[in-house]
């Protein structure tokens, strides 16, 4: 710990409130109570699909192709899942292998 | 009516345990050998209770008194929030009392939940909704105190067991993409990070790629036809 007590906390309670803040502003500029704009909605209806989306690539931002063991355990164990899903439309048993396989690979084939 | 709701959402959040019980040690470890003890990670995860920005506070605690950094850096990283919000807008309406902790613990892993599964019948889907929101909450808690009090004890290797949120996501999408004919939304979704992605870095593509999303969501508003909702 550099920080004392009391800067830590400072800096916690500031990350916390910059973090919530992140979350609600949606919620405040369009409160319940007010009839939301139509393009609002229609976003609200896609933006699930987009972000999803999104955070599938937010995920695997740190793949390279430069070299094998830097895409391969990612790329192979989504594809693996991706079959597996389609296949028995499993939740559990597609994240379960899905993970299992990962780990395998990155423990025993691409060290 | 919450007991059912429980007993409704604790299967689905099953994968979200997994991956909060491993991550949350490994960020309870990570503030450990930082001289952040117990009691400092029951706050954090507690009140800020956001997964990739917990592991950013310990750096940013580790480097220094700087509040405009860390405010920048907190909304730069948590930008996407903004999102889940615009997306829950209509699901978190008229529920009350429970509004504020549902929005408050609208992670990545809860927000993607609430897209991905729906209340089965009978069952009360504001009550089901919050348990999924409170579960997580819980176990990221517990995640990271036993990281915090034991993790060193942990010998069996672990890595890569953090790929369970990737897998986590990929089913959701998956699920998602069954769910609709018009695939547009979640193609602009993709390919728009990945075009970020290569412009910008991965340190930096996540504001262009939300931009970009907008952009192409509101281009193609006409042409985009959704089915499960009005």
Redesign the interface.
């Given at each position: 710990?550099?920080?004392t007590a009391t800067?830590?906390?400072?800096?916690?309670?500031?990350?916390?409130i910059?973090?919530?803040l992140?979350?609600?502003?949606?919620?405040i500029l369009?409160p319940?109570n007010k009839e939301?704009p139509e393009?609002?909605?229609?976003?609200?209806?896609?933006?699930?699909?987009?972000?999803?989306?999104?955070?599938?690539?937010?995920?695997?931002?740190?793949i390279s192709f430069c070299e094998r063991t830097l895409w391969l355990?990612?790329i192979v164990?989504?594809l693996v899942?991706?079959i597996i899903?389609?296949w028995r439309k499993n939740?559990?048993l597609?994240?379960g292998l899905?993970?299992i396989l990962?780990?395998l690979?990155?423990?025993f084939i691409c060290k | 009516m919450r007991k059912k709701a429980f007993k409704a959402a604790l299967p689905m959040t099953?994968?979200v345990l997994?991956g909060y019980l491993f991550i949350g040690i490994a960020f309870g470890i990570l503030a450990n050998s930082?001289?952040?003890h117990l009691g400092?990670i029951l706050?954090?995860s507690t009140?800020?209770?956001?997964g990739s920005?917990q592991f950013v506070?310990i750096s940013?605690?580790?480097s220094?008194?700087n509040?405009l950094s860390?405010?920048l850096i907190?909304?730069m990283i948590?930008?996407?929030?903004?999102?889940?919000?615009?997306?829950?807008?209509?699901r978190?309406?008229?529920m009350g009392k429970k509004?504020p902790y549902m929005?408050?613990s609208?992670t990545?892993e809860t927000?993607?939940l609430l897209?991905?599964v729906d209340p089965p019948g009978g069952v009360n889907k504001d009550w089901f909704y919050f348990y999924i929101a409170l579960l997580n909450h819980i176990y990221w808690i517990l995640g990271s105190l036993v990281g915090g009090l034991l993790g060193s004890l942990i010998t069996f290797?672990?890595?890569?067991?953090e790929?369970?949120?990737?897998?986590?996501?990929?089913?959701?999408?998956?699920?998602?993409w069954e769910k609709?004919k018009d695939h547009s939304?979640?193609?602009?979704?993709?390919l728009?990070?990945?075009i970020c992605?290569i412009i910008f870095r991965?340190e930096n593509?996540?504001l262009p790629?939300?931009i970009l999303?907008?952009t192409l969501?509101?281009i193609f508003?006409t042409t985009?036809r959704?089915e499960d909702?009005q």
């Open positions: 710990m550099i920080l800067e830590s906390f400072i800096m916690i309670l500031i990350i916390a910059m973090t919530f992140t979350r609600v502003i949606p919620f369009f319940d939301t393009t609002i909605n229609y976003l609200g209806n896609v933006l699930p699909y987009a972000s999803i989306g999104m955070l599938v690539i937010y995920c695997l931002k740190d355990p990612e164990s989504v899942i991706i899903h389609k939740t559990l597609s994240i899905g993970t990962y780990m690979i990155v423990q | 099953i994968p997994t930082n001289g952040y400092w706050l954090m009140f800020i209770f956001a920005m506070a940013l605690l580790a220094g008194f509040i860390v405010i907190t909304i948590n930008a996407r929030h903004l999102f889940y919000g615009l997306s829950m807008l209509d978190f309406k008229n509004k929005i408050f609208l990545d927000f993607s897209c991905g290797n672990t890595q890569g067991i790929f369970v949120m990737t897998a986590l996501f990929v089913v959701i999408f998956l699920d998602q609709n939304p979640a193609i602009i979704g993709i728009s990070s990945i992605l991965a593509f996540i790629s939300m999303i907008m969501l509101l508003k985009i959704l909702e």
